[in-house]
């Protein structure tokens, strides 16, 4: 993976999970879940394509796919959930920007 793209990647993720990795992590992360590198492969940069990366991730971490009901009402309780298995990974959590 190319550092450029895996830098875009790591920052789409952050944006969206609050999940903060780095990219031996992130290198970690795809030699483990193949759904997660070919979502990350296959990524082109563009925003409303990124939804295979977010699924792929809450797969590789908590082991069941990103909701996908817009304004969904535990939205939040599953970004909690997604964060606490990432920092049982050793993965970094920052807050997210409203």
Do not use: C, Y
């Not at 792929?56 to 971490?61: E, G, R, T, V, Y």
């Not at 970004?79 to 920052?94: C, F």
């Amino acid at each position: 993976m190319l550092e450029t793209h895996a830098q875009h990647v790591i920052a789409h993720i952050q944006s969206i999970s609050g999940i903060k990795l780095t990219q031996e992590q992130l290198t970690h992360l795809v030699e483990h879940h193949a759904t997660l590198r070919n979502a990350i492969e296959t990524w082109n940069g563009d925003k409303a394509a990124a939804g295979k990366i977010a699924n792929a991730l809450s797969q590789a971490l908590l082991g069941q796919g990103w909701p996908t009901s817009p304004g969904t009402a535990n939205q939040g309780e599953f970004i909690t959930r997604l964060q606490s298995a990432a920092g049982k990974h050793g993965i970094d959590v920052v807050p997210l920007a409203d």
